[in-house]
């Protein structure tokens, strides 16, 4: 018999490290997790199969078919956006070969138990392109049908998962009357920038929140490298992990879209230094601009309209961003540092 679990790509990232310790807290869930780099050794205690591997690989993902009963797949793994500008080629293996296996993978698993697998994608406000400053400041809160032409290959990327992921899901045929059995049931969500108390993003354009409040923290200078007038909008971790898991576990039915927006809060990079200059009274934030980092982020919204996963599946924030800051952010990242 094989045995039930969710499957975690990209498990040792950011919202993968979150994502464990969140569904480690019920004990009956099995986590197997796949990640080219190792967990953390606290993290790698949580999960009961932990596979060293990339999802490029198609032998690891058989492996895992042979041995579990997934019926959950959250898919985390991917080059983020600078990263993926420096190597476009291999930025579209991992993260559209990548995704297209994993796909595959989890049609395998919903034909072999006949359920449905749900398939849990997390894409970008960077499959939006602004064509200009002037066209973001009057746009306002974005819906997710409007510019829909990404400027970065990550971009592109997510916006293109997207698309596979509403073929996987309406592609195969019916094992039975019950409209999901045996299929891919995927959901996505366009998550805003993320910050996290506990860990720092790498490879991301959206790292300038983060990496603003950690170094502070740290007592180290920090060079922001767009302007202080930049505004996307951001979301702390713990609703970042909610909307995963409240995603996941609404009914199929309610669900009117593939992928749907979410915002929390949207900060322009100055407001960010402000308040964190104000908890770390000795920070040394100065702004070094780098054009083609900035570029990326100025074909970011300003906002995003989240009403569609509001009224379909109850999307509902915590953290605004005064209360990221002060009952997040600052108290868990002070004692963070003082270990
Ligand atoms: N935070 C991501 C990035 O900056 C966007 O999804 O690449």
Not at 106 to 125: D, N, T
Not at 257 to 265: D, E, P, Q, S
Request: proline share 6%; charged share 25%; with cysteine.
């Amino acid at each position: 018999m094989r045995r039930p679990g969710v499957l975690i790509t990209g498990a040792s990232g950011e919202i993968g490290h979150g994502l464990i310790s969140r569904l480690a807290q019920d004990s009956s869930t099995t986590i197997v997790t796949l990640d080219v780099r190792g967990l953390e050794a606290a993290q790698g205690r949580m999960v009961h199969r932990e596979i060293i591997g990339s999802i490029t690989d198609t032998s690891a993902l058989e492996r895992i078919l042979a041995e579990f009963d997934i019926d959950h797949v959250y898919h985390l793994a991917a080059y983020l956006s600078t990263r993926s500008e420096f190597t476009p080629v291999t930025a579209h293996q991992v993260n559209v070969e990548g995704t297209m296996n994993l796909l595959e993978f989890a049609q395998k698993q919903a034909e072999s138990h006949g359920r449905p697998v749900i398939f849990l994608y997390p894409s970008s406000i960077a499959a939006y392109g602004m064509p200009d400053l002037e066209t973001k400041a009057k746009s306002g809160r974005v819906r997710e049908d409007e510019f829909n032409t990404p400027t970065t290959m990550y971009g592109c990327n997510k916006l293109y998962c997207e698309q596979l992921g509403r073929y996987y899901a309406r592609h195969y045929k019916q094992l039975s009357a019950e409209p999901m059995a045996g299929r891919v049931d995927f959901r996505a969500v366009r998550f805003p920038g993320l910050i996290s108390a506990v860990t720092v993003p790498s490879g991301g354009t959206s790292d300038y929140a983060p990496e603003m409040i950690h170094a502070a923290a740290k007592g180290e200078p920090y060079a922001c490298f767009v302007r202080p007038d930049t505004r996307i909008p951001f979301m702390a971790m713990p609703d970042a992990i909610e909307v995963l898991l409240k995603l996941a576990f609404a009914p199929r039915t309610s669900l009117t879209k593939t992928a749907y927006n979410v915002g929390a809060f949207n900060p322009s990079a100055d407001e960010v230094r402000a308040v964190v200059a104000k908890n770390f009274p000795g920070a040394d934030i100065s702004y070094k601009v780098d054009a083609k980092r900035q570029g990326i982020v100025d074909s970011w919204p300003a906002d995003v309209n989240d009403s569609a996963a509001r009224a379909d599946w109850g999307f509902a924030p915590q953290y605004d961003f005064d209360r990221a800051f002060s009952e997040y952010l600052i108290p868990m990242i002070r004692e963070r540092y003082a270990k």
